[in-house]
């Protein structure tokens, strides 16, 4: 993206050194060493676009402008080898955000300040290096959702911009920093841009033409198809007709299919379209992950039907399928995975705001360990009102925007598990009693999660002696001192919980707590 078309000031002093950038005025530059240089900072959205901050400019009450200046290679003066000028703003404008990018090319930035007196050249660079569409590092770098401005298929009633935009906002509460949408109007996806959201859309030249201009990379082919009749061999066909438009349009994007879901007839849809050649004509592995109430669905002892503990079953199912015609090493994401409030119908049985809190935290996690790249949560706003419409009770905030207990316990997921990596199976745990230790990077403290989603648990665990804290999935939190020896103990259950301690955390012995009324319901602590 580029700046409005390029400003000239009038010149200061009657010529200006030789070595020019492409485009450049005849505006004078200072001596060295007679202004600070601008420190400029970036913060990078998805794999195709790079906002740029320079609002902590010490000087900026004495600047008529600044300008934006790229290159190749490092550069300390605007005037060396390669500069190019990208944008020129006025002094009250500290922002901006640079699309499209291309993963993976490294570029350098440097933001100069202009004066009454001229240009000071010096800058102050900063480099960035997109990553891939998919790339993964911490656990934050996996989560997404699906978010449709103007409403999905299910939506009846038209919503106005100010109810879009204040979702919008609340969604940049959120963890989530990518949205999966089938369209990609640049007018709307520079208002997720502002807020440091980036974006995937679907297959088709409009698409195309718009994901180019606006850095956007990850393409779905479509979306369940054994759902609409087509078979396996026949996808595949299709599927590779788009891969090669969407090359040819963007050649580094990357194209998922065949999004279809975990039961058995999408299990036999996938082994057809393996069968009929696919593999070399898709990028990236997408299932949409719902669990069922049937009994081809397999659950830990005591576990209600629709608990995400039964992916570890049925994404076995899925890699085997994979690894039988060599694919095993494609990356997978799921662009759907939730549940719906609605509790007639509904999918996976009995179902409760606290419950459905508890199994989107737990399903992320798992779908984490299990190695996927990204997990697009569906979905974010109710579709609608009505309470025995199972597609209109999806979202995190209800219709009327009003926060569920969902949106909460993923703001603390987030908070708690977004900046770390995953540092292996908590010791202890067992087929019903689950627990992963996580690592901060950053601070190289663990925070462990635990959950038993059959039933509430008294826990004793054993840790590095000193101090554990304790948080609740919705955020409430206590501290606890450990013994001598490191051990301590504390309840949890069907809500996970997260340990934070300087040394991973075991579980030593673990028993079930009889007195205990409605076992996955939860407190809620309001941010």
């Given at each position: ?292 109430n049937t009994t081809e669905f397999v659950y830990p002892p005591g576990y209600p039907s629709g608990s995400p503990e039964g992916l570890f079953e049925r994404i076995s199912k899925i890699r085997a399928i994979m ?86 316990a993923c703001q603390v997921l987030g908070r708690e598990l977004g900046p770390c990596v995953f540092a292996g199976k908590m010791k202890g745990s067992d087929e019903v009693n689950f627990g992963y230790v996580y ?89």
């Open positions: 993206h580029q700046s409005e078309p390029l400003q000239t000031l009038p010149p200061k002093l009657p010529s200006h050194p030789p070595g020019l950038p492409a485009g450049a005025d005849t505006t004078a530059l200072l001596p060295e060493n007679q202004r600070p240089e601008v420190a400029l900072r970036g913060n990078g959205i998805g794999s195709g676009a790079l906002k740029l901050d320079w609002s902590g400019f010490g000087s900026a009450s004495q600047v008529e402008k600044f300008r934006l200046y790229r290159s190749d290679a490092p550069f300390t003066k605007i005037t060396d080898p390669g500069v190019e000028r990208i944008g020129n703003f006025p002094a009250e404008v500290t922002k901006f955000t640079v699309y499209p990018l291309t993963p993976g090319e490294k570029k350098y930035y440097g933001v100069t300040a202009l004066y009454e007196d001229g240009e000071y050249p010096m800058v102050k660079p900063f480099s960035y290096t997109p990553p891939g569409p998919v790339d993964v590092k911490t656990f934050g770098d996996m989560l997404a959702i699906n978010h449709f401005w103007g409403g999905g298929g299910a939506r009846h009633d038209r919503r106005s911009r100010e109810w879009e935009t204040v979702t919008l906002d609340l969604l940049a509460q959120t963890p989530f920093k990518t949205i999966r949408w089938w369209e990609s109007y640049p007018e709307v996806l520079k208002m997720y841009y502002e807020r440091n959201i980036a974006a995937t859309t679907f297959s088709g030249k409009r698409n195309y033409a718009n994901g180019a201009q606006m850095g956007v990379h990850l393409y779905g082919a479509g979306n369940e198809p054994h759902l609409h009749g087509i078979r396996g061999a026949e996808y595949a066909k299709r599927v590779e007709a788009t891969n090669r438009e969407l090359k040819a349009a963007i050649p580094h994007a990357l194209l998922y299919a065949p999004t279809v879901c975990l039961d058995g007839r999408s299990l036999a849809f996938l082994e057809e379209f393996y069968a009929a050649g696919a593999r070399e004509h898709f990028d990236v592995l997408d299932v949409h992950n719902y669990l069922g690894a039988k015609y060599g694919d095993g090493d494609k990356p997978m994401i799921s662009t759907e995975f939730g549940y719906t409030d609605c509790n007639v119908a509904n999918p996976v049985g009995e179902m409760t705001p606290e419950r459905k809190a508890a199994f989107l935290v737990r399903g992320l996690v798992i779908q984490h360990v299990l190695g996927f790249r990204r997990v697009f949560v569906y979905s974010f706003w109710d579709e609608g009102r009505d309470e025995n419409y199972t597609e209109h009770s999806f979202g995190m905030l209800d219709y009327y925007g009003q926060k569920k207990p969902a949106f909460y690592r901060n990077p950053e601070t190289n403290r663990y925070v462990t999660i635990v959950w038993n989603g059959a039933s509430e648990m008294a826990g004793s665990f054993r840790t590095e002696p000193g101090a554990v804290t304790v948080v609740a999935m919705t955020g409430e939190t206590k501290e606890i001192r450990t013994a001598v020896d490191g051990t301590f103990r504390t309840v949890y259950g069907p809500a996970p919980i997260y340990l934070e301690s300087a040394a991973p955390v075991e579980l030593t012995r673990a028993v079930k707590v009889e007195e205990q009324a409605a076992s996955d319901r939860i407190g809620l602590k309001l941010d």
